[in-house]
């Protein structure tokens, strides 16, 4: 039988793990609100803006090509990867990692063979595991989590933007985990650059009619920028709530396994105790009957 006193320590040490787990989860459902509400609230001015660019684009029949649209030959890749800066939040981090080293296994071996593929890390739970295995990691913007505004944002998006169309990089791509509910995270890899106009053509709504001023060339010069920041933002919020999403579940695991472990605990505590007590019952008796036959 176990040693009561290391039972008993046991026990204290689960509840004070348990206590830690509860209130991670409470804190992790107070940032979980305000995260999904604001990516409810983004996801449709995403999808109009997503429409009225198709739309536009659609407009100029082909005459127009926009710069951020032309593709080239892929020698030099950069991919962003957003993971969270702490850990404690099951696979999410994980599993973007393994998005990332699928996606150069699939895509991109060969820019990897020959030195030209970067990775671009958002938290440091990314910058931590591609620092230590030999990538051309680019640190400058891992912390964004700290303050993940538009405008902090803005400067990451250009960053790659003024990347692509400089030549620095001939494929961006964009590797995130986007929110469904609480307990489900779709990982998502997307080619943030060159443009893919599939996917807003989905969005065009052909009996749509724009006035356009002062020209529709000026107008798709303007929002694809644009547009393309509001699409980076979105994946950082969808990475955000994702990430609040997943600590909560792991967290509400984690306390409902210490309770099955305090429940274990508990009944060896009480079978130990039993069988010492029983034990020094028998010893009793046993000096008894000694002392009577003495």
Not at 51 to 70: F, H, T, W
Not at 147 to 159: C, Q, R
Request: net charge negative.
């Amino acid at each position: 039988m176990a040693n009561l006193k290391e039972v008993r320590t046991r026990i204290q040490s689960v509840k004070s793990t348990q206590q830690i787990t509860k209130a991670m989860k409470m804190v992790a459902a107070s940032k979980l609100r305000r995260a999904q509400d604001a990516i409810l609230q983004m996801r449709p001015y995403v999808q109009k803006l997503y429409g009225i660019l198709g739309n536009a684009a659609a407009s100029l029949d082909g005459e127009q090509q926009s710069m951020y649209s032309v593709e080239r030959e892929v020698n030099k890749v950069l991919i962003v990867v957003i993971t969270s800066d702490r850990g404690l939040c099951g696979a999410f981090n994980t599993n973007a990692i393994k998005a990332v080293l699928s996606l150069i296994d699939e895509k991109y071996k060969a820019q990897e063979r020959n030195g030209n593929l970067w990775i671009l890390p958002l938290g440091k739970k990314s910058l931590d595991y591609f620092g230590k295995q030999n990538y051309k990691v680019i640190e400058d913007y891992y912390q964004i989590f700290g303050d993940p505004t538009f405008e902090k944002t803005k400067e990451v998006a250009d960053f790659a933007m003024q990347g692509f169309l400089s030549g620095e990089f001939d494929a961006v791509e964009l590797v995130y985990n986007e929110f469904k509910n609480v307990a489900t995270q779709i990982l998502r890899a997307e080619q943030f650059l060159p443009i893919s106009n599939e996917e807003k053509e989905e969005e065009t709504d052909k009996n749509t009619n724009y006035i356009f001023e002062p020209s529709v060339e000026f107008i798709i010069n303007e929002m694809i920028p644009r547009t393309l920041k509001v699409q980076f933002y979105k994946a950082i919020l969808e990475s955000n709530a994702s990430e609040h999403g997943a600590r909560m579940t792991a967290m509400d695991q984690a306390t409902e396994n210490a309770g099955e472990l305090l429940n274990d605990l508990r009944l060896i505590y009480n079978r130990s105790r039993q069988a010492a007590i029983t034990n020094e019952i028998i010893e009793i008796v046993g000096g008894a009957e000694a002392l009577e036959n003495g």
